[in-house]
């Protein structure tokens, strides 16, 4: 992808600027995440011609100056000191139109470089719409570099943004700094007596932000906006998710039977039948509820309400010892934590990105959803509150919410331990609110279900494989040779329910059994494999069944009391632990990546497992 004599464009700007919708303008499906060589920060990088020259552009992080207060603002800027092997061969400089002066101090520094740049006025829609106009024939002039204006998210200017790169042999013949002590006020006074010629308030009108920010920001009103779309999402997941997860059992259910039409009945057919398709089926059957949260959350994203939710959080994240820039990576590990803990290189204070690295994890991410609406749909009835708020919706609500007070919790706790050297602050921009782009939310969709189910899949075949073998074969202690389950179905006599009992007394106390144990132990792996596990351990029991394990379970009795195994205080009390305990080994493996250090991994490790059990315990003996 890309030739080797391909010349370099860095796209920079202030964050929130439109640069990533102008990235995706310009590379289309181009693309690629790769680090930086010799450091942890991602780079994005993409490719596209203009008229048979080949490029390569580089995003780099949003940033307000060269005065990098962030690792991944640290690397970035290396890249423009002489020498560096992707040192740009042109600039392309993303300047938020409705913000000129704000935006032009980084500008005016990369300038000073005198490397190729060509300046984007983006957003210039809004820009027009608050009265501000801005004398683009002049600026160039001023400048002596082209000047293009776009509309990154309708793809305006994107053709007029080629032609200039390829054509750009433009420095800027301004000098705006001096590099003396009196470098940042010189600099900002060249500006205005730039802005002075090009810019003009025509009228001053109210934008939509301006107007609805008010109430999506109170102190009260803004969290229960919140709240209710919060509510509204998780309402979603099972309401619109309902008939399409039908179908998908319904095609499983299909594909099963087929399979045992067609195959002969020996430890093949009950390999792939009863382990590989079982294990599967238990997790894209879940793929509709992992997309609906993938889309909601894409929507609060591209709309810039997220950066709301941001600000309104962070007063309460202070008073718990976290950064004010903790939020993003605490937002994004409700989709997973490891993206999430990768974005806390954001975080200066190399504390509170330990304590935020920490509690992260215990945000419910989307490999919980699985987990969290077989339990629900098991011993939650599907009743109604005021004949609008299903009960499965409000419970799925409750487990995201424990998640979240979990992590502030744990965060309050570190901050008692892990002492703070000096007070952080927080200070972000707030986007203007923008109509979503669907196309790029469809993109998003996608690309997260299928990493979902491609990622947890490669774990999930390997762990059913093994777990059939487990389940299928146990001892034979008469000849010494292995006795086949599936011809006696007693899958008490397998390996899997011998090694499940060992570890029962441990369990019990939560009101697990052995067949929730194996389920704890194999989903160590990755949290979505417990649904794998017991579709397996169900399915070894009775072939004529694949799919329909939430039957199964509901209608599964105590042998020795003829209770329901999987009463509501054992469904609250399992939820309970996976909302709390560490059952991922990518997630430790990236806070190791990350620290450097087997200690913090280690401390995370055993600290939710405790916190997981205790609480698990606590469920238990209150509801049993």
């Known amino acids: ?211 609805i920010d008010p109430i999506f920001t109170h102190p009260l009103w803004g969290y229960l906006i919140f709240l209710s779309f919060l509510l509204i999402i998780f309402q979603s997941v099972f309401w619109l998710a309902e008939y399409p997860m039908q179908a998908i059992e319904f095609g499983f259910d299909k594909l099963g039977a087929f399979l045992l039409d067609v195959m002969p009945a020996n430890w093949f057919r009950s390999l792939i039948v009863n382990g590989i398709v079982a294990g599967l089926a238990g997790v894209v059957v879940f793929i509709p509820q992992i997309a609906i949260l993938f889309f909601f959350m894409g929507l609060l994203e591209d709309t810039g309400y997220m950066a709301r939710v941001s600000f309104i959080m962070d007063k309460i994240l202070r008073g718990l010892g976290l950064s004010g820039k903790s939020i993003v990576p605490l937002i994004s590990g409700v989709a997973c934590a490891i993206p999430a803990i990768m974005a806390t290189r954001n975080i200066e204070n190399w504390k509170d990105r330990i304590i935020t690295i920490l509690v992260t994890p215990l945000m419910s991410c989307s490999a919980r959803l699985p987990v969290y609406t077989l339990l629900i749909s098991v011993a939650v009835p599907d009743t109604y509150l005021l004949g609008i708020f299903g009960l499965k919706g409000i419970v799925l609500l409750i487990m995201y919410v424990i998640g979240t007070v979990g992590s502030l919790i744990a965060a309050l706790v570190f901050k008692w331990i892990i002492k703070q050297t000096h007070v952080n602050y927080f200070i972000m921009e707030l986007p203007i609110y923008h109509p979503p782009r669907w196309k790029n939310i469809g993109t998003q969709v996608i690309q997260k279900s299928k990493s979902f189910v491609t990622e947890a899949g490669k774990i999930i075949l390997i762990v059913s494989v093994v777990l059939w073998f487990l389940a299928s074969y146990g001892p034979n202690t008469e000849n010494e040779k292995l006795l086949s389950v599936t011809e006696t179905n007693e899958i008490e006599n397998s390996y899997a329910a011998k090694f499940g009992k060992s570890i029962e007394p441990v369990i019990k106390p939560l009101g697990f059994n052995w067949k929730i144990g194996i389920a704890l132990l194999t989903s160590f792996a990755a949290r979505e494999v417990f649904v794998g596990t017991m579709s397996t351990i169900y399915s070894i029991e009775d072939e004529n069944d694949l799919v329909n394990i939430r039957k199964k379970m509901m209608t599964e009795k105590d042998p020795d009391t003829g209770k329901p195994v999987y009463s509501l205080a054992v469904v609250m009390s399992l939820m309970i632990f996976y909302a709390f305990a560490m059952q991922c080994i990518s997630t430790l493996a990236v806070v190791y990546k990350e620290t450097k250090s087997l200690k913090w991994p280690l401390i995370q490790l055993a600290y939710m497992t405790t916190l997981a059990y205790v609480a698990s315990f606590i469920v238990f003996q209150l509801m049993r």
């Open 1 to 211: 992808m890309g030739s080797k004599s391909a010349k370099i464009v860095a796209l920079c700007g202030n964050p929130n600027c439109g640069k990533s919708s102008l990235f995706n303008d310009l590379t289309g499906l181009k693309q690629k995440i790769s680090n930086i060589p010799g450091t942890t920060i991602e780079q994005k990088t993409g490719f596209f011609s203009i008229d048979g020259s080949e490029y390569e552009l580089i995003d780099t992080p949003g940033t307000y100056s060269f005065h990098a207060k962030s690792k991944d603002e640290e690397v970035a800027l290396e890249l423009f000191t002489e020498g560096h092997p992707k040192r740009p061969d042109v600039i392309v400089y993303v300047a938020d139109a409705h913000n000129l002066k704000r935006n032009l101090f980084y500008f005016s520094q990369l300038a000073d470089l005198k490397i190729p740049m060509v300046l984007v006025l983006n957003m210039i829609d809004v820009s027009e719409a608050s009265g501000i106009e801005i004398d683009v024939t002049r600026l160039q002039e001023e400048l002596g570099i082209p000047v293009i204006k776009t509309n990154a998210r309708r793809g305006i200017g994107i053709q007029e943004l080629k032609q200039a790169i390829n054509g750009s042999e433009f420095v800027s013949h301004l000098q705006f700094g001096d590099n003396s002590g009196d470098d940042i006020a010189l600099r900002y006074q060249r500006l205005n007596v730039l802005i002075g010629k090009v810019q003009t308030q025509k009228t001053k009108r109210q934008l939509f932000t301006e107007r």
